[in-house]
């Protein structure tokens, strides 16, 4: 196949962002794919904080960053993403280089723990704050469980009102697959830009 | 900038579609500027058709293939893409590598002149069949000018219903622009599958 899954993109796009030694974000570390991914492109000299509110995540996160020797460069939270902002290291500040985030549900845990509008949208707005000029945040959105169109609504009208000076937006959907998951992917302009030709 | 423009970002998509020896189609010559890359792509070996209902535009497209001196790979045909059917050779059926679409009127042309949802419906019926296994469609959709919110409406309708198991369909869209066109890519697979999964 030529078009990449909805996954596979946001990898696609974060790896253009993040570099050995770089500074990345786990929004919502899951089962920990994610979170390895971004482990393995920082390297061994980058950094790669992770956060989740359920302690089965972080398990299975930690477990597979130990399984493939990456623990050091990784440092998890107990906590929910829109705590992002009192628990980064506050240097950090406008010099992350990517955040990601998996909304929904724990795949293959408890479908009633869901991430929320108001939560998501928090941590959204330190991404937005905190990313460096030419990173990227990848937000894989989910329509398929209970308050998960709602969610995604709230991500898109935020992401849609990002001014176009100072970030591209792209989202992409699978518009012949029913509760496909959908991608929005948000890159903060090098040079903030007059809005006055978007 | 890591994120590409619509018009970047469909030919990203042909180009791994299209190979040395391939064949294309562009449906909206225009001013030559996507025909040419198709031939560019195609190279000696390969073949491209373009259609226009306009002079202008094909003489414009003219004048460009000969300033690449590459008027022999491309034949131009002064008719509405809806004809597709009647003009392409018909041994091509099933084996056209890429065909594109960039919607809406003529830049710098007559802004009375656009495409219509009827013919435009008509020739991606066609490319849908005319499509070789693996091979690629991508659709510029515009939405600022007169009827054109209609046209992409009806094109996302169609997109929205191709079978999942015959093909993989994606739209991507810059929220935070408003008018900003977007674009729609189609995928034949190459093995049909069943779309129990999808």
């Not at 937000?139 to 995604?152: I, Q």
Request: net charge negative.
């Amino acid at each position: 196949m030529i078009l990449p899954s909805i996954l596979e993109s946001a990898r696609h796009w974060v790896r253009q962002a993040l570099s050995p030694g770089g500074i990345a974000v786990d929004g919502t570390c899951g089962n920990g794919h994610d979170t390895l991914f971004l482990a393995e492109r920082a390297g061994p000299d980058g950094m790669v904080y992770g956060f989740d509110i359920q302690q089965e995540a972080l398990s299975k996160t930690r477990e597979r960053l130990h399984a493939h020797g990456m623990t050091e460069r990784v440092q998890l939270f107990h906590a929910g993403h829109e705590r992002m902002h009192e628990l980064l290291p506050s240097e950090l500040r406008g010099r992350i280089d990517a955040f990601m985030f998996n909304l929904g549900y724990l795949p293959k845990g408890d479908t009633r723990v869901v991430t929320r509008p108001e939560t998501t949208l928090a941590a959204l707005e330190t991404a937005t704050e905190w990313l460096t000029p030419g990173g990227i945040i990848s937000v894989c959105l989910y329509t398929g469980h209970p308050g998960g169109r709602e969610e995604a609504d709230a991500v898109l009208h935020f992401a849609s009102h990002l001014p176009p000076g100072a970030f591209q937006v792209m989202h992409q959907q699978l518009p012949n697959r029913r509760e496909a998951p959908s991608l929005l992917v948000l890159e903060k302009r090098n040079r903030p830009r007059s809005s006055s030709r978007d």
